[in-house]
T-cell receptor, first 115, second 110 residues
């Protein structure tokens, strides 16, 4: 009965590789997000989709590309991985867009380590 | 621009003692304020949120927070801390966009 799930939970890979992280929510929410949490625990939003439409696209390298095949899924593909991409990536969802105090529900995170 | 400051990186309290975690925000309009908790190896869980009404907000797990507009603060409190409260706590502000503070790590001594 997991609300927001991510796979894989851990990902260790070499520099230069391409990898994907998958996210699924079974809450019936319209909006999904990707956050990056760095080694200092700082959380920064990367992308947000509402009903499969990109609505937030922060300053993120072009190597990161989100894809939303349907409103229950938001995947993150990363090309040419770099050491600085090592972080924990969190997927989240909310009923609607972030207005009027919408609550976000977070997945367990994907711990990415680039060697 | 909206921003959140959590002045304390790490706080240690004894089990049973009271707790206050500080949060200061900068926001151009009426803020929507949140406190999340992140247990080790887990995602973030919402403790409570505020966007209007009573400035003292009750949350889950016995936590409460008080919104003070004059001080631009939204401090989190708990009267008696339990060992299971040891975690990372994040304050966040946002309406159409969310900004998180850097977090405060809480250690609970037996």
């Amino acid at each position: 009965d997991t609300a927001v799930s991510q796979t894989p939970k851990y990902l260790v890979t070499q520099m230069g590789n391409d990898k994907s992280i998958k996210c699924e929510q079974n809450l019936g929410h319209d909006t999904m997000y990707w956050y990056k949490q760095d080694s200092k625990k700082f959380l920064k939003i990367m992308f947000s989709y509402n009903n499969k439409e990109l609505i937030i696209n922060e300053t993120v390298p072009n190597r990161f590309s989100p894809k939303s095949p349907d409103k229950a899924h938001l995947n993150l593909h990363i090309n040419s991985l770099e050491l600085g991409d090592s972080a924990v990536y969190f997927c989240a969802s909310s009923q609607k867009r972030l207005t009027f105090g919408e609550t976000q529900y977070f997945g367990p995170g994907t711990r990415l380590l680039v060697l | 621009a909206q921003s959140v400051t959590q002045p304390d990186i790490h706080i240690t309290v004894s089990e049973g003692a009271s707790l206050e975690l500080r949060c200061n925000y900068s926001y151009g309009a009426t803020p929507y304020l949140f406190w999340y908790v992140q247990s080790p190896g887990q995602g973030l869980q919402l403790l409570l949120k505020y966007f209007s009404g009573d400035t003292l907000v009750q949350g889950i797990k016995g936590f409460e927070a008080e919104f003070k507009r004059s001080q631009s603060s939204f401090n989190l409190r708990k009267p008696s801390v339990h060992w299971s409260d040891a975690a990372e706590y994040f304050c966040a502000v946002g309406a159409t966009d969310m900004r998180f503070g850097a977090g405060t790590r809480l250690t609970v001594k037996p």
